[in-house]
């Protein structure tokens, strides 16, 4: 395997768990969200690759760095995310992050404990929230901290969802040793079709620590100035939400975690409605809702 390019999986960003850069996000801002998403997805097929080293992976990894910043090669996975960093004077310091964590992925399956995690997440989750408000000019001292919380808890939701599949085919575990331990779980369990309580019970802890972050989240929506993109994390934090309490209660190894197409646009739609009727009856918001919403 000589590029990136060869290691793509074909999951693109309507394949996701939850929106990326849907019809919601301006137009003119969503160029640089689905370059962005190309290249993490690049990363991210090199990190999962079963047939790859670690040592192959990493020099992947590093190959798209350079390339993103102009020290290398161009690549193909890189180019167009480079070209709208460019357009747009943004850093590539969130890309870069991303990165870090897949190298991570390449060379690390256990975490010690829950800050170790999210530690993991500061790289591999916190970065995206990050570089869509960046692209939408919003306020990083505002929006930052309950994004990074957001992102921290969809991150955790994948891990829960997938945590039985990263086991089989990458032998990559994201639950806490600590909590592992906690209640008795053996790692093997994770191979299963059917969780053992022990197993269950730490799913249900770490669910339960992502009900608290995204309650921490809460607090971007009313910070987003645009109120598009008000409304696709609206709908993201209520997916989460809904996912959340599903986790607290079904067994991942057994049972399907995630939304059917009907209810993921019931649930993104109820969302961002409930948010577009509370700016509509704000008196803060209601003066320049017209134009925000071209």
């Not at 408000?133 to 929006?143: A, F, I, N, R, Y």
Request: proline share 5%; charged share 25%; aromatic share 6%.
């Amino acid at each position: 395997m000589t590029n990136a390019t060869e290691a793509l999986s074909g999951k693109g960003h309507t394949d996701e768990n939850f929106p990326v850069a849907s019809k919601l996000i301006r137009a003119e801002n969503r160029p640089p969200i689905l370059a962005f998403y190309k290249f993490v997805r690049a990363g991210d097929d090199v990190a999962d690759n079963a047939t790859l080293s670690p040592e192959r992976k990493v020099e992947l990894l590093d190959g798209l760095a350079a390339s993103l910043t102009g020290e290398g090669p161009s690549d193909p996975e890189a180019e167009p995310l480079k070209q709208q960093l460019a357009a747009r004077g943004l850093s590539p310091r969130h890309a870069l992050d991303l990165l870090d964590a897949f190298r991570l992925d390449a060379r690390k399956n256990r975490y010690a404990d829950f800050s170790e995690l999210m530690a993991y997440c500061s790289l591999s989750a916190m970065p995206v929230g990050r570089f869509v408000l960046d692209v939408h000019g919003e306020d990083q001292s505002t929006t930052w901290p309950p994004s990074d919380a957001i992102c921290a808890a969809l991150q955790i939701i994948n891990h829960l969802q997938d945590c039985g599949k990263d086991y089989k085919a990458l032998d990559r575990v994201y639950l806490p040793d600590d909590l592992m331990r906690k209640y008795g779980a053996r790692y093997e369990d994770l191979g299963r079709d059917k969780a053992t309580p022990e197993l269950l019970a730490v799913i249900r802890e770490l669910a339960g620590r992502c009900a608290e972050l995204l309650d921490e989240g809460r607090a971007l929506i009313p910070a987003i100035s645009d109120l598009r993109l008000a409304l696709e994390i609206s709908a993201i934090h209520r997916l989460a939400v809904t996912l959340t309490e599903g986790l607290k209660t079904r067994d991942p190894l057994s049972e399907k975690v995630h939304f059917s197409k009907a209810g993921f646009a019931l649930t993104a739609l109820g969302a961002a409605g409930a948010t577009l009727l509370g700016r509509l009856f704000s008196p803060a918001r209601a003066g320049s809702i017209r134009g925000e919403a071209r």
